[in-house]
Each structure stands twice: as C-alpha cells, then as structure tokens.
C-alpha cells in the first residue's frame, strides 16, 4: 500500500453553486470527504496542486493523507469533475477508509516487456492494449498501486488474457470485465498491416482462379464439337 501521497486540504464552510463558482474564480477547488460513519466533511484547496496531483497515475489507486483543519484523514479518490472542454476541475470526491473493511478500487495494468516480445521484435507484430485497469477488491493495508503483466514472451498472433494475471496476495477481481466472457484478453500480438494486406490479396487471388475454373466446362473424350458434327452429315450425304 503506498500512503506517501499528502496533500493539505482547507475547511469549507459555505455552500451551494455560488459559493462554488466563487471558488473557482478564485483558483480554488471545492471537493467533499466522506464515509467510515461519519460526517461528510466540506473542503477546498488549490487548484493548481490538485491538477499536479491528477497527473500522477498513481493518484488515482493509493492511500492519500489529506492534511486537514480537523487532523489527517486516510482516503482513496473516488470521483473527479472537469470542465467539459476547458483544463479545470471543477469537485473532487475523497472516501474514508477503514482499515478492516475491504474496499474495491480501479487499479492499472502495467504491462512490461513489450519491447522484447519475439512478435515485434522477430516478426514486425503490433502490440495492442486491450484493457488498461481491473477493478479488485482488497483490504487497505494491500491495494496495489498496479498489477504488471509481463507480454516479454508473446509471439505472433499470441495473447494474455486474464486469466494468466497472477494478482497480489490479498487483492481478488471483484466482477468479470466482461459478463459474455471472464477469460478476455488484455493485450495481444497482431500481424503488421502490410502482412494482413499480403494475405488478403493472395487469398483473393485464389478465390479468382477458382471461379475462373469452375466457368470452363471440360471437353471429354469422344464428345463431339461442331466440325465434327458436319464431317459425319458429309459422309452419311
């Protein structure tokens, strides 16, 4: 569990949108701290150390120490609020945690060794990520700040799938990613375009010589054609 995440949080005594707005114009952040049985608690702080903080991909799957008027509080991030098309954060959602209650998170996929798999680097295969972060379940003391898939070995058109993740002790998924199929596929190794357009094209070109035989009908022996047909009249006249 990482808890070397602080940030200094101030009180926040009024509320409501004008309230909000007003903090904002002031470069401020409203945000709320909630759970473990007790009182939400109304806060604000800055918003530049708070955008520094949401870049930090960490951020988003540890323990944070919130420094607070009231004393630190253990929290995990649970929600943030943008501006639809401005670079603002507009609320920010911290959760109180207990350190004996399970909770669930979204934790990342750091996938490793792609710079070696034998697909890319023998075969000129592309690398895909298919799923980015898993949402596990575990006790504080135990949440991972991300779970690393090795991809070192996969060949050509070979994949991980979730079932190869072998999860920290403690840490369990908490549902399947997908409700058709739990065994789905994290990252892969596809063929090079080029490759794909080369196969296409040959397999076009075999369907074209089988349509073009099955249009020709074959001669048989003794089947007569036309000048036969007039040579045997000729005889018989």
Do not use: W
């Not at 649970?78 to 954060?89: D, F, G, L, S, T």
């Not at 669930?104 to 996929?109: D, E, G, I, Q």
Request: glycine share 8%; with cysteine; aromatic share 4%.
């Amino acid at each position: 569990m990482s808890t070397d995440i602080n940030l200094t949080v101030e009180s926040r005594d009024v509320k409501g949108t004008a309230a909000s707005r007003r903090l904002r114009h002031g470069d401020k952040v409203p945000g709320i701290i909630y759970g473990a049985g007790k009182d939400n608690e109304n806060i604000v702080f800055e918003h530049s150390d708070i955008m520094h903080r949401l870049d930090t991909p960490a951020f988003y799957s540890s323990i944070i120490s919130l420094m607070t008027p009231s004393g630190d509080q253990q929290v995990i991030l649970r929600e943030v609020q943008r501006h639809p098309y401005r670079a603002r954060v507009l609320h920010v959602d911290f959760q109180r945690i207990n350190a004996s209650e399970k909770l669930h998170m979204n934790v990342p996929l750091h996938f490793e060794g792609g710079e070696e798999a034998p697909g890319v680097t023998m075969d000129g295969g592309i690398l895909s990520f298919l799923v980015m972060e898993l949402d596990v379940t575990c006790l504080p003391k135990d949440l991972p700040e991300y779970i690393s898939v090795d991809v070192s070995q996969l060949g050509l058109n070979q994949s991980v799938h979730l079932s190869d993740i072998q999860f920290p002790e403690g840490v369990e998924l908490t549902s399947a990613v997908s409700p058709t199929d739990e065994d789905i596929t994290l990252a892969n190794v596809a063929p090079p375009k080029v490759m794909e357009e080369e196969e296409a094209e040959a397999e076009d070109a075999l369907a074209a010589e089988g349509e073009e035989d099955a249009g020709t009908a074959p001669v048989g022996d003794g089947a007569p054609d036309a000048s036969g047909d007039a040579q045997e009249k000729s005889s018989e006249d």
